[in-house]
């Protein structure tokens, strides 16, 4: 699977996490607004850039006979390191969460991913500012 395809499926898990909060929204829920806003805000396009690969491999470089792959960014080893923990997410995302509930789960996770690439984002932006690496 290449990045592209990557980027992609995890752009379709978000649309359908709100696709379920949408649909509990309108049965009546209204807590989930807040997390429907918190996906589009993920979905909509980050004005940092990813840093490139975090472990850059030469295109030509295989192993084995294998094709090789740039693998994750920068901003995703960032966001992967993030020191947000389900503590930290769940006072953020404001209370006790039923994992079981498909409604909570999406909303708890969008909470706990943008929290996560909110600090990836902000290392970048460190990164830039101190050493005048994009």
Not at 49 to 59: N, Q
């Amino acid at each position: 699977m290449s990045d592209a395809d990557r980027i992609a499926a995890a752009q379709e898990a978000l649309r359908n996490a709100r696709a379920v909060l949408a649909g509990a929204q309108a049965s009546g829920d209204e807590g989930v607004a807040d997390a429907i806003a918190l996906i589009d805000r993920a979905l909509a396009p980050s004005a940092n850039t990813d840093s490139g690969p975090a472990f850059p491999v030469h295109p030509d470089v295989r192993l084995d006979d294998h094709e090789s792959y740039a693998g994750m960014s920068l901003r995703d080893y960032f966001a992967v390191h993030a020191p947000i923990t389900f503590d930290q997410t769940l006072l953020v995302w404001g209370g006790d969460v039923a994992l079981s509930k498909d409604p909570d789960r999406a909303s708890f996770f969008a909470v706990w991913s943008l929290l996560r690439y909110q600090y990836a984002d902000a290392m970048l932006t460190e990164r830039a500012d101190v050493g005048g690496v994009p």
